[in-house]
């Protein structure tokens, strides 16, 4: 099965390329109001083109095929997985993804001034700075995956995420960024291993930083959240009896015994 839904350049599919741009302006592509499922061993929603706006969409159940896999195979397919910049992306879900919720290429966080310090910003300012805002991930195995932005600033950032009960990570930087990190207006919850884990890739003595506004940090909530998988998972794999456990980790997670 190929992706659900691939919103994309015919240029240059893989970079995001658009050679109708004119005057600046991208040719426009919209996807809202949709419930997606299912999607098989590959992203539900891939966003590889900028302009495009990606608005109140749920995604579950983003499965992650390990039959005839090597234990070590680290292709992680995401709900929501959004290559490029400039892509309004706002109050969508993801949920039950096998592998991640949402794959996010950061924002420049020149761009993220006025959601720094909304008090001091006007209303305009605040809205231009929230093309990425209140989108949700929860039951993955990674809520959210940064990557860099793709304008070469030294600096990415997000805001407006709701991350809760995901298996190792709510935030993450796999093979670790290359660039500070900004989280702004991020809520992360019940996570059962780290809550961030924001790794970077880079010579010792560079000026990196992560900065965090606004950004809640919710251990486990009830005794019912403590009773889920109280047993660890044995590294050799397979699907353990108790369902409540994550039934397909990689050899790469956290929550292996």
């Known amino acids: 099965m190929d992706l659900a839904v691939w919103i994309s350049s015919a240029d240059n599919p893989y970079m995001g390329i658009d050679k109708s741009e004119t005057n600046g302006s991208y040719a426009a592509a919209t996807l809202s109001g949709n419930v997606m499922a299912g999607s098989y061993d590959v992203d539900t929603v891939r966003v590889d083109l900028r302009g495009a706006v990606v608005v109140d969409n749920l995604g579950w159940g983003t499965y992650k095929e390990m039959n005839g896999k090597s234990k070590f195979d680290d292709i992680l397919p995401a709900t929501f997985r959004v290559t490029i910049n400039d892509v309004i992306l706002r109050r ?22 006025a959601a720094k310090t909304p008090a001091s910003a006007t209303a305009a ?25 793709d304008e070469f600033e ?12 995901n298996w190792d990570f709510g935030v993450f930087t ?26 970077y890739q880079g010579e010792l003595a560079d000026p990196v930083e992560v ?7 919710i251990g486990i909530s ?20 108790d369902l409540s456990c994550h039934q397909k980790l990689s050899r790469q997670s956290y929550n292996r015994e």
Not at 211 to 216: A, E, T
């Open 92 to 113: 969508n879900t993801a949920a039950g993804s096998e592998r991640l919720g949402f794959y996010l290429a950061g924002q420049p966080c020149s761009n993220l001034t």
């Open 125 to 149: 300012a605040v809205q231009a700075s929230l093309r990425v805002a209140n989108n949700t991930a929860h039951s993955s195995l990674v809520g959210l995956m940064l990557e860099a932005n």
């Open 174 to 199: 796999v093979k670790a960024i290359r660039t500070s990190a900004t989280l702004i207006d991020v809520t992360v919850a019940e996570s059962k291993h780290v809550g961030a884990l924001i790794l």
């Open 154 to 165: 030294l600096c990415s950032g997000v805001v407006g995420f709701n991350l809760w009960r």
């Open 222 to 241: 009830g005794p019912e959240s403590c009773s889920i998988c109280n047993g660890s998972i044995p590294m050799t794999g397979g699907i353990t009896s």
């Open 211 to 217: 900065q965090m506004y606004r950004v809640n940090f």
